[in-house]
């Protein structure tokens, strides 16, 4: 079964600080992977996704996620956290036989919170 | 671009009423997709549209749900009757033909039966 875990459900940083948000995932065959984020109140964004192009994908604002295959992860970074990047983070796995359509499985989410 | 398009924001209803819940997918998009977030459960999969037809709809709690798109520009998810248990925040996503793995989420519609 393809499942994603994300390791924190909170976690805190000060502004001007690394984000790391850690994401392992579980899949038979080689996946779809992407990074979701919800502010307060709203939809969910894509931040970026990887679909077995180059192992480091580069996102909107700042962000950016490796592909681990080695270590089935996917976590997501950025060097330097700013008040507005605070939200809720979600990582998902979309694999390649799944009825014919491209689901997506998500992870539990990942509260950040950014600090002054 | 105006995105997905959700309707009502929120919706408060007591137990028992009929509650229907209108998205409008993104132009051009032929997938469309219901999503439901609560807290105990995370976000899941209602239903799942291509070019119109139901493809799965096993996400589907049970029979007191039901899904409709009769055209490429609107869907509707129903509860009826609806309970405490069904209050959420309801999504509806589209994606289109040519990059279907990528989706795009409405604002969501709050919903508390009470």
């Known amino acids: 079964a393809q499942s994603v875990t994300q390791l924190d459900s909170h976690v805190s940083v000060s502004e001007g600080t690394p984000v790391l948000l850690r994401c392992n995932y579980s899949s038979s065959y080689s996946p779809s992977l992407f990074w979701y984020v919800q502010h307060p109140n709203k939809g969910l964004q894509l931040l970026l996704k990887y679909t077995s192009a180059a192992t480091l994908v580069k996102g909107i604002n700042g962000f950016e996620a490796e592909f681990k295959k080695s270590e089935t992860s996917f976590h997501l970074t950025k060097p330097s956290a700013h008040m507005s990047d605070a939200a809720e983070y979600f990582c998902?796995?979309?694999?390649?036989?799944?009825?014919?359509?491209?689901?997506?499985?998500f992870g539990a989410g990942t509260r950040l919170a950014v600090h002054p | 671009d105006a995105g997905v398009i959700q309707s009502p924001r929120h919706e408060v209803t007591e137990m028992g009423q009929e509650v229907t819940l209108r998205c409008k997918p993104i132009?051009?998009?032929?997938?469309l997709f219901w999503y439901r977030q609560t807290m105990m459960r995370g976000l899941e999969l209602l239903i799942y549209?291509?070019?119109?037809?139901?493809?799965?709809d096993s996400g589907m709690p049970e029979d007191r749900f039901s899904a409709k798109m009769p055209n490429a520009s609107f869907s509707t998810l129903k509860i009826q009757p609806s309970e405490p248990r069904d209050s959420a925040v309801y999504f509806c996503?589209?994606?289109?033909?040519?990059?279907?793995?990528?989706?795009?989420f409405g604002p969501g519609t709050r919903l508390l039966v009470l």
């Open positions: 998902v796995v979309s694999p390649l036989f799944s009825g014919g359509y491209n689901k997506l499985i």
């Open positions: 549209f291509n070019n119109n037809v139901p493809i799965d």
């Open positions: 132009s051009g998009h032929n997938s």
């Open positions: 996503a589209s994606s289109p033909r040519d990059s279907q793995e990528t989706q795009y």
